[in-house]
């Protein structure tokens, strides 16, 4: 995997139900994981990477899609409810607390309607208009991380929950 902001991440190997990779960002150490598992089930891969790594929560950073945000629209937040997201909805079970950080990643696009059925709708690819936000919001995403990763939660939270110029800040 090559992210928009030029860390070249090889997400490659197998690991507690996951794909992972090791990187050093901004002189940190850090483990890349994308769970393999059903989404209900990613908890699972979580909770099996945190033990064998030892990983606190407070080091943890969950990124998750939500189709309550505008598309590409950032939400970052300390701890917090699943908000109906089901991969949050099994890492909070697995781990047995809230009380982890987590990165939302806004996918409500414009073919988006309340009450759409979501596992259709994640399926579908995004509209062409849509491609330039998405690129955008994964550029600004990847910023975020850098931010949390260097300077902390709280001031990627100031820095990246503002919304971001000619995207919705709610749908």
């Known amino acids: 995997m090559r992210t928009p902001a030029g860390y070249g991440i090889r997400v490659d190997r197998f690991d507690c139900r996951a794909l992972v990779g090791q ?3 901004e002189g940190k150490m850090v483990l890349f994981a994308k769970p393999q598992t059903f989404m209900n089930l990613s908890g699972e891969s979580v909770k099996g990477l945190m033990q064998k790594y030892e990983i ?10 939500d189709a309550a945000l505008p598309l590409g629209r950032l939400r970052l937040r300390r ?5 109906g997201q089901k991969g949050l909805r099994s890492i909070i079970s697995c781990l047995g607390s809230e009380d982890f950080p987590r990165l939302r990643f806004g996918i409500a696009g414009e073919t988006f309607r309340p009450g759409t059925d979501l596992s259709d709708y994640v399926l579908e690819r995004f509209g062409k208009a849509e491609r330039e936000d998405v690129k955008q919001g994964i550029e600004r995403a990847c ?4 931010v949390f990763l260097t300077r902390g ?7 990246f ?11």
């Open 23 to 25: 990187a050093r960002v």
């Open 56 to 65: 606190d929560r407070e080091r943890l950073l969950v990124i998750a899609d």
């Open 79 to 83: 701890s917090g409810s699943d908000g």
């Open 143 to 146: 910023e975020a991380v850098r």
């Open 153 to 159: 939660i709280e001031d990627a939270m100031n820095e």
């Open 161 to 171: 929950n503002r919304p971001q110029e000619g995207v919705p800040a709610e749908s």
